[in-house]
């Protein structure tokens, strides 16, 4: 073997011997965590949070990085990019894992990343400004047909569960609903609030805040069963027009594809103290996101193959303009 090939193999060794011995120290500096949506959106607050309690168990701190547009996949590219050392990390839901990579053709699907952990699970909600004239699914329904040309609907995306939710109701229903693609869940509530748009579909917990003031009111939840965080609103399921339509959403932490096995289980064993721990998972709910029980990489990969394929035909079908 000559002289620089021997070198070439040195260099090498040193190199994953200086790796390794990161990933044992790790996390010895900031960790970035990616919300691939605006400030203000559901994801955003569920990010901050968590960011928090990250903190307070790895000792380091924990900086929220909002990169939102493309229905997630401006930050979940970032993060699939970036250096698989984990001091880049994303707060990932259905629809940058999911719904983007198969309506938008986003150039990578779920399994380019490290599945840490499922963290959190929520609904979608139909949801009016409240002179809007329909208080339910079956008022709603009615309202349309009677309606010259289609319903206009807000929607916080073009490629994501919302939006595929409101369009599995009106198909349903019989009636049509056109949506106006907003750049986040934030600014179409403003403008539902505002009487701008009278109505529209998002993420129930980010919506609640202002149903509960009475700025909103909601249909009804795009499930097959009531959200515990606010079960005296039905499901679109249980009026007389629609069934069998649901757009139940999730959010998890991934990171690049190939974190070193000393990194994933520091970070899945920090991630499972948080899920565990009952303060947090109080606020959590009174926010209207419900904290799932702990699970690991491989349950959370797995979860993911499931979803993608029970969701693919759907999604298919779905139009990205």
């Given amino acids: 073997?000559?002289?620089?090939?021997?070198?070439?193999?040195?260099?090498?060794?040193?190199?994953?011997?200086?790796?390794?011995a990161?990933?044992?120290?790790?996390?010895?500096?900031?960790?970035?965590?990616v919300v691939p949506y605006p400030a203000g959106a559901a994801?955003?607050?569920?990010g901050r949070a968590l960011s928090l309690e990250l903190q307070k168990?790895?000792?380091?701190?924990?900086v929220v990085e909002n990169l939102g547009g493309a229905s997630g996949t401006i930050g979940a590219k970032k993060v699939q990019r970036a250096t698989p050392d984990g001091y880049?990390?994303?707060?990932?839901?259905?629809?940058d894992m999911l719904v983007a990579p198969v309506v938008?053709?986003?150039?990578?699907?779920?399994?380019?990343?490290?599945?840490?952990t499922r963290l959190s699970h929520n609904t979608t909600a139909l949801v009016a400004h409240p002179s809007f004239g329909a208080n339910n699914v079956d008022e709603l329904v009615a309202l349309a047909k009677k309606h010259n040309g289609p319903l206009l609907a807000g929607a916080s995306g073009v490629a994501m569960m919302q939006t595929i939710g409101g369009t599995l109701l009106a198909e349903a229903g019989g009636f049509s609903l056109d949506h106006v693609p907003y750049k986040g869940g934030a600014p179409l509530l403003n403008d539902l609030a505002g009487g701008q748009v009278q109505l529209g579909t998002v993420a129930l917990m980010s919506a609640l805040p202002m149903?509960?003031?009475?700025?909103?009111?909601?249909?009804?939840?795009?499930?097959?069963?009531?959200?515990?965080?606010?079960?005296?609103?039905?499901?679109?399921?249980?009026?007389?027009?629609v069934k069998g339509v649901e757009a139940d959403l999730w959010t998890g932490v991934l990171g690049p594809a190939g974190l070193p096995e000393p990194v994933l289980a520091r970070l899945t064993a920090a991630l499972k103290d948080i899920a565990t721990d009952a303060a947090y998972r109080d606020a959590e709910f009174k926010a209207g996101s419900i904290v799932v029980e702990p699970n690991d990489s491989?349950?959370?990969?797995?979860?993911?193959?499931?979803?993608e394929a029970r969701l693919k035909p759907t999604l298919v079908n779905v139009k990205a303009n």
């Fill in 43 to 46: 994801v955003d607050r569920v």
């Fill in 211 to 241: 149903i509960r003031e009475g700025r909103l009111k909601a249909i009804g939840v795009i499930s097959s069963h009531r959200d515990p965080t606010a079960p005296n609103i039905p499901t679109v399921n249980e009026g007389q027009r």
């Fill in 22 to 33: 990161s990933a044992q120290n790790y996390p010895n500096k900031p960790i970035t965590l």
């Fill in 298 to 307: 491989k349950a959370f990969s797995q979860f993911l193959l499931r979803e």
């Fill in 104 to 116: 938008l053709k986003a150039g990578y699907t779920s399994k380019d990343f490290t599945a840490i």
């Fill in 57 to 62: 168990r790895l000792g380091q701190p924990v």
């Fill in 1 to 20: 073997m000559s002289i620089r090939r021997r070198t070439v193999f040195a260099s090498l060794a040193l190199l994953a011997v200086a790796s390794m």
């Fill in 88 to 95: 880049t990390l994303l707060v990932g839901t259905v629809n």
